[in-house]
């Protein structure tokens, strides 16, 4: 689906009116840090429950970006409806968190990628649990047909943001009411799994850091472990 930005823009308007859907805050904040999306896929959620009832926003979205020749960007919108379970006591901020997601994904596997980040959209709540970085989703079975790997991970996207580590990163938007966060999530394989349980999140950042000094592939649904 090709966007009409203003159009599509309205329409989020209405809804943060309405229910204070943040997804048009979200959205913004998509245009300023990556610009318009190339297009929108809009994934089948949650049938016809109607707000307040909803996990995800009724104008759940993913926006798709082609900036690199290897993989299409995608970025849910509407994820952040719900506050993340339990997260205004593990935050200690009445405020709690809120989750938007990121994944990267070959251009011919984009649309199945969407899919899945429509499925971690939903994921806690329909769960009750609390999700973050280091979180480990077990699929059950392979991410998309194909792939050797049946887990996903959560990190923050220090890929995409360049200002991560700043006073104001992309990948958030405070405000008195509302924290908002971006979550990367790519596909892993069992022996990852295992290893993160093991040894720790850290020590296997650190070993996806060094391969990623070689060669980049968290977005090749069919790549190599590095444990």
Same mark, same amino acid.
């Given at each position: 689906?090709?966007?009409?930005? @203003? ?22 904040? #998509? ?33 798709? #970006? ?20 339990? @997260? ?10 809120? #989750? ?64 991560? #580590? ?24 069992? @022996? ?36």
């Amino acid at each position: 689906m090709i966007l009409d930005v @203003s159009q599509f823009r309205s329409l989020l308007d209405a809804a943060y009116v309405r229910e204070n859907d943040p997804a048009a805050l979200v959205f913004d904040n #998509y245009l300023r840090w990556k610009g318009p999306p190339a297009f929108l896929v809009r994934p089948v959620v949650q049938g016809d429950v109607t707000p307040p009832e909803a996990l995800v926003s009724p104008n759940f979205t993913i926006l798709a #970006y082609e900036t690199n020749p290897l993989y299409t960007t995608l970025c849910t919108l509407g994820a952040s409806y719900q506050i993340i379970p339990f @997260s205004r006591a593990s935050f200690g901020d009445e405020r709690g968190v809120r #989750y938007e997601y990121i994944m990267h994904a070959t251009p011919p596997a984009a649309h199945q990628a969407a899919e899945l980040l429509a499925l971690v959209a939903e994921h806690p709540f329909r769960h009750t649990l609390e999700i973050g970085p280091g979180y480990i989703l077990p699929i059950g079975e392979p991410v998309i047909p194909g792939s050797p790997m049946e887990y996903l991970y959560f990190t923050y996207p220090y890929l995409d943001d360049g200002r991560l #580590y700043e006073t104001q990163p992309w990948g958030q938007i405070e405000r008195a009411d509302q924290l908002i966060q971006i979550q990367w999530v790519f596909p892993i394989y069992f @022996s990852e799994a295992q290893f993160i349980r093991a040894a720790g999140v850290e020590a296997f950042e650190r070993r996806l850091q060094e391969r990623h000094t070689q060669v980049y592939d968290a977005y090749d649904f069919m790549r190599l472990p590095v444990v």
